[in-house]
């Protein structure tokens, strides 16, 4: 008959937090195993020394490395668990009840777990949990560690910083364990995420040894692996006011997106847009968003501003670059009315920028930007701007050239630039780029067809210096000749 396994958890340090069954269970063991580095220190031997008994074995796990300061360190770490779990087998196989020390509890983050995946499923076992150190560090802080509706995060001080500060800047209280040689990390962490000054740090809790500090004035070189940081309940610094941030998406393709852009979406509490562009941003639990038709530009940005009062962090969303005939100046344009909330644009790839790239370089040299919408400017102003840049030899890139309910002014922009321009003047018309429907066209000017062009459409007018190589390649030298 083959003994059984119990994995005994001892809780963080004091001998009298070890459970009564824990007590009980390491007292009539055959055979007590503890893990300790190879320097033969063992804090669960520590801990469990006053229940032992005379007759007993110990079996000491020796690490054959703690750092990961090796070439091979998860091939030599899981060599010595196979080794030790073919010793507690052993022991099994011979019918002696095996007792696995595990300081703390034996399922977290316990060295318990590597032997109970490697014997579980050959031997009875029991596992007896143990008071956590991050019970433990908030019982000796005197503080709640977390209550009510509070979301608690338990995170290794073995992540990156920048995983650690984005976790951590998106709980409400947390405990991070592991530190020793991460220390330096985890202070960093907490500091971007702006919550350094409610850390605090429990060394050894509860045992004979514990310290307690504001993380803030710890020393790293003096800090042990059992430690811990610790934001309790309520540390969470107020909400800030408020702010709208105005957000570029790029003309479609996601990969256009800026990292900058990406986290300002995922940070935001809610978001706000025109519907087609609020669709091309990935849902995230807890984000509200709020969608709305494109040509009411003012009420969506006094809707912004409002929720912002509120104290939410709201993203507009814009298509391209939102400076750009888009959102940036219509939130900014009510923001003045009142100046009490914050504004932020971020820029994105425009939608000129992008056609460009597809078809060469054809905004290679001076250009300008215009847009054929009369909703909101009269018509008269935009073919007198046409007709100065089309007599200043400037390229120009059209926006909104037109829709269901605008008509003429493909056919009307032609017909004026063919008066101070050649028939055969490059045109490239981009349409749907970045966007699955994704289409560019290299033509000329008098071969231009108003009833091919629509709202997804940009289209590039070239100069009298743009070039169309035999490729199809379309650019603007940098180098304009001289008279």
Known sequence: MTGKLYGVGLGPGDPELVTVKAARLISEADVVAFHSARHGKSVAKTIAAPYFRDGQVLEQLVYPVTTEDTDDYQGEIDAFYEEA???LAAH???????VVLAAGDPFFYGSYMHMHKRLADRYEWEVVPGVTSVSGASAVLGTPLVERDEVLTI???TLPPDELAARLADTDCAAILKLGRTFGNVREALEKAGRLDGAWYVERATSSRQKMAPLADVDPATVPYFSIAVLPSQS????PK???VVIGLGPGARTWLTPEARQELEAADELVGYSTYLDRVPERPGQKRHSSHNQVESE???FALDLARKGSRVAVVSSGDPGVFAMATAVLEVAAESADVPVRVLPGVTAANAVAAKAGAPLGHDYAVISLSDRLKPWDVIAERLEATAKADLVIAIYNPASKARTHQVADMRDLLLKHRGQD???VVGRDVGGPEE????LTLGALDPATIDMRCLLIIGSSQTVVTPQGVVFTPRRYPTS
Do not use: Q, Y
Not at 236 to 239: G, L, N, S, T, V
Not at 439 to 442: L, S
């Open 236 to 239: 969470r610094p107020a909400k």
């Open 242 to 244: 408020g702010e709208v």
């Open 155 to 157: 995170l290794p001080g």
């Open 300 to 302: 969506r940005a006094a």
């Open 92 to 98: 099994l196989d011979a019918g002696r009840n095996v």
């Open 425 to 427: 003047t490059p045109i």
């Open 439 to 442: 289409e560019i066209r290299v």
């Open 85 to 87: 779990a073919g010793k």
